[in-house]
């Protein structure tokens, strides 16, 4: 008898598609978030503003975080998340700490078991 076969998960496998991005102003530590969830009827857009925001760095982080919250508040199972931080998906795929962001990490780790599938 032929066992069945696993059938490859991909990213795009019903997913939606979140994309990240953060500005930061370092002499005033502020930034502003800014993330959409794009799925089958469209592109939804959000933004927020965050203080206290030591680098540039966090800002990304905290723009992911922000993003991936808002996907599970608004229900979604399956999420492709993007950002133009290779530094921080490397840290977030390789669940290791970096300075002065392992609780936003921690944070983002922890979301992640919210959902069915979750791709950085």
């Known amino acids: ?48 503003p965050a203080h206290y925001v030591k680098t540039a760095l966090a800002a990304e982080a905290l723009a992911l975080r922000e993003a991936i919250w808002k996907c599970r508040e608004l229900g979604h199972a399956r999420i492709r998340c993007e950002s133009d931080s290779a530094v921080l998906i490397k840290a977030i795929k390789a669940k290791t700490s970096l300075a002065g962001l392992y609780g936003v990490l921690a944070d983002i780790l922890s979301l992640s078991s919210c959902f069915e599938f979750i791709f950085f």
């Open 1 to 48: 008898m032929k066992s069945p076969t696993a059938q490859k998960l991909t990213p795009n496998a019903g997913c939606v598609l979140v994309k990240t991005d953060a500005a930061w102003k370092e002499s005033l530590n502020i930034a502003g978030l800014g993330w959409t969830v794009e799925n089958q009827s469209g592109t939804a857009q959000f933004s927020a």
